[in-house]
């Protein structure tokens, strides 16, 4: 009998996750969250109490008294008013637990939860453990081996160049699909922003904080707080201090390169307890939500395939503005690096055989031997936009609302962190994982991909392959 693989388990455990779900869901319904109109009207009850903070009610009243606005839009306008209002007696406390959307939940499902989410916090624990080594590492090494930037000259700027360029053009299509499809609000797993705990300090944001903040004042404090912008900017200085030195610094990269692998074994093994992280998440989602909310992953899986399809067009389009109709050629050539990669949800594995299929499609092998390496690092363009996506995926359900500023911001942090993790099964989620918590997203929200991460690993796999092979072509033909 063939042996259950990681994959296998943590199928497994959705699926019985699932099924506990609607079992807990059946035993001990929720009572339904309170619509505006409910929730207006319990708020219209409570400003009628004497309070302290007199201008704040009457500014209530008179928008309670509007007949020309919705319900739905009084409570919007209310509740951005009241999370901005400071905790100021009974009668702003009575009005903001009146206006958070929470189902009631029977307090024996509600010890079952907490139980299982042990699971879960041990997991989100564990992930968090290896970011900061995991990006230092892998980022050093990838660094240093572009060796002197002088010496590299023409090649490796025009590479560098195209990277940036793919990398950015992928991580916007991604929030750009995120923001027209929207599939994180069908969740809707906690009450709206306004009134949330998520901590997403807006005004924090400003250019001056953003650029003072990304320089640590002390790398062991960056990286104990895992702030894995700061993180980037040493291990930055860090690889190319290294590749200045050449020889004196060749054992010290050679061990940032272990220390990388280390780390990305070190993954492998913390993903053994996926599954149980997966049964504990999916139950208590089902538990609260019913099964209906299965569609929103359905839905989730679609539309992020429909956006791996619009990010081949537009690759397919540049190599066919390269080489012409030879695109199809090498679509052919690399069919079988393709295969590889979506089966095995790894785009890495498909290396070997890309080189090869390149160097026979007509690439000189020392550009392939110089864009292929680097691209594994600096290129997934299909792994970076599943970062944004995923990423906005997770806001949208937990109700954190970013602006466009902060989404900008986001975009490129990911731009950045990204660079150096390998193309590996669920590396994305330790680059993602690192990122949200810096705007306030709940990290918990990592764990709702990991029951459809594989499937979706396996369309960005393949992505990274087509990105990678027509990365090369582009650097082939522009040095003839």
Same mark, same amino acid.
């Given at each position: 009998?063939?042996?259950?693989?990681?994959?296998?388990?943590?199928?497994?455990?959705?699926?019985?996750?699932?099924?506990?779900?609607?079992?807990?869901?059946?035993?001990?319904?929720?009572?339904?969250?309170?619509?505006?109109?409910?929730?207006?009207?319990?708020?219209?009850?409570?400003?009628?109490?004497?309070?302290?903070?007199?201008?704040?009610?009457?500014?209530?009243?008179?928008?309670?008294?509007?007949?020309?606005?919705?319900?739905?839009?009084?409570?919007?306008?209310?509740?951005?008013?009241?999370?901005?209002?400071?905790?100021?007696?009974?009668?702003?406390?009575?009005?903001?637990?009146?206006?958070?959307?929470?189902?009631?939940?029977?307090?024996?499902?509600?010890?079952?939860?907490?139980?299982?989410?042990?699971?879960?916090?041990?997991?989100?624990?564990?992930?968090?453990?290896?970011?900061?080594?995991?990006?230092?590492?892998?980022?050093?090494?990838?660094?240093?081996?572009?060796?002197?930037?002088?010496?590299?000259?023409?090649?490796?700027?025009?590479?560098?160049?195209?990277?940036?360029?793919?990398?950015?053009?992928?991580?916007?299509?991604?929030?750009?699909?995120?923001?027209?499809?929207?599939?994180?609000?069908?969740?809707?797993?906690?009450?709206?922003?306004?009134?949330?705990?998520?901590?997403?300090?807006?005004?924090?944001?400003?250019?001056?904080?953003?650029?003072?903040?990304?320089?640590?004042?002390?790398?062991?404090?960056?990286?104990?707080?895992?702030?894995?912008?700061?993180?980037?900017?040493?291990?930055?200085?860090?690889?190319?201090?290294?590749?200045?030195?050449?020889?004196?610094?060749?054992?010290?990269?050679?061990?940032?390169?272990?220390?990388?692998?280390?780390?990305?074994?070190?993954?492998?093994?913390?993903?053994?307890?996926?599954?149980?992280?997966?049964?504990?998440?999916?139950?208590?989602?089902?538990?609260?939500?019913?099964?209906?909310?299965?569609?929103?992953?359905?839905?989730?899986?679609?539309?992020?395939?429909?956006?791996?399809?619009?990010?081949?067009?537009?690759?397919?389009?540049?190599?066919?503005?390269?080489?012409?109709?030879?695109?199809?050629?090498?679509?052919?050539?690399?069919?079988?690096?393709?295969?590889?990669?979506?089966?095995?949800?790894?785009?890495?594995?498909?290396?070997?055989?890309?080189?090869?299929?390149?160097?026979?499609?007509?690439?000189?092998?020392?550009?392939?031997?110089?864009?292929?390496?680097?691209?594994?690092?600096?290129?997934?363009?299909?792994?970076?936009?599943?970062? +944004?996506? /995923? @990423?906005?995926? %997770?806001?949208? !359900?937990?109700? &954190?609302? *970013?602006?466009?500023? =902060?989404? $900008?911001?986001?975009?490129?942090?990911?731009?950045?962190?990204?660079?150096?993790?390998?193309?590996?099964?669920?590396?994305?989620?330790?680059?993602?994982?690192? +990122?949200? /918590? @810096?705007?306030? %997203?709940?990290? !918990?929200?990592? &764990?709702? *991909?990991?029951?459809? =991460?594989? $499937?979706?690993?396996?369309?960005?796999?393949?992505?990274?392959?087509?990105?990678?092979?027509?990365?090369?072509?582009?650097?082939?033909?522009?040095?003839?």
């Amino acid at each position: 009998m063939k042996k259950l693989t990681l994959t296998h388990w943590i199928f497994i455990a959705l699926l019985l996750g699932i099924v506990a779900g609607a079992i807990l869901n059946f035993q001990f319904p929720s009572s339904p969250a309170p619509t505006s109109e409910e929730a207006i009207q319990k708020l219209r009850n409570i400003v009628e109490q004497q309070g302290n903070n007199d201008d704040w009610k009457r500014n209530v009243k008179a928008l309670l008294s509007d007949s020309t606005t919705s319900a739905d839009q009084k409570y919007q306008s209310i509740a951005k008013d009241l999370a901005q209002v400071k905790p100021s007696g009974d009668v702003l406390e009575n009005a903001k637990k009146a206006m958070m959307r929470e189902s009631k939940i029977d307090r024996t499902l509600d010890k079952i939860l907490e139980f299982l989410s042990i699971f879960t916090e041990v997991f989100l624990r564990l992930i968090k453990m290896i970011i900061a080594p995991l990006v230092f590492a892998t980022l050093v090494a990838g660094v240093a081996k572009l060796g002197d930037l002088k010496a590299v000259g023409r090649i490796g700027g025009k590479t560098l160049l195209w990277f940036i360029t793919a990398s950015l053009v992928s991580l916007l299509l991604g929030a750009i699909l995120v923001n027209v499809f929207q599939p994180g609000h069908l969740l809707q797993l906690e009450m709206p922003s306004a009134l949330s705990s998520a901590g997403v300090d807006h005004s924090a944001i400003t250019l001056k904080g953003f650029i003072t903040h990304i320089f640590p004042s002390s790398v062991i404090e960056a990286m104990a707080k895992n702030e894995i912008l700061q993180i980037v900017i040493f291990a930055l200085l860090f690889g190319v201090a290294a590749a200045a030195m050449e020889e004196k610094a060749h054992g010290l990269i050679k061990a940032m390169d272990a220390l990388g692998h280390v780390m990305l074994k070190i993954t492998s093994m913390v993903m053994y307890v996926a599954p149980f992280a997966v049964f504990s998440a999916i139950t208590a989602i089902i538990a609260k939500k019913g099964v209906g909310i299965l569609a929103t992953y359905a839905t989730f899986i679609g539309e992020f395939y429909l956006g791996l399809i619009l990010l081949w067009l537009i690759l397919i389009f540049v190599g066919w503005l390269l080489i012409g109709a030879r695109v199809r050629t090498l679509l052919s050539h690399i069919k079988q690096p393709l295969l590889l990669a979506f089966s095995t949800a790894s785009s890495e594995a498909a290396y070997p055989k890309m080189l090869e299929q390149l160097e026979r499609f007509g690439c000189r092998n020392r550009i392939v031997s110089f864009v292929l390496p680097l691209g594994y690092s600096f290129n997934l363009d299909g792994s970076m936009m599943y970062m +944004t996506f /995923a @990423s906005l995926f %997770i806001a949208q !359900a937990y109700g &954190v609302e *970013l602006s466009f500023g =902060d989404q $900008v911001v986001m975009l490129l942090t990911l731009m950045i962190t990204s660079k150096g993790i390998a193309g590996v099964p669920r590396a994305s989620l330790v680059v993602i994982a690192g +990122t949200i /918590a @810096s705007f306030g %997203i709940p990290e !918990a929200g990592l &764990v709702l *991909l990991l029951g459809v =991460d594989h $499937v979706l690993d396996m369309g960005r796999s393949a992505t990274n392959v087509v990105g990678n092979a027509v990365a090369a072509v582009a650097i082939n033909k522009w040095e003839k």
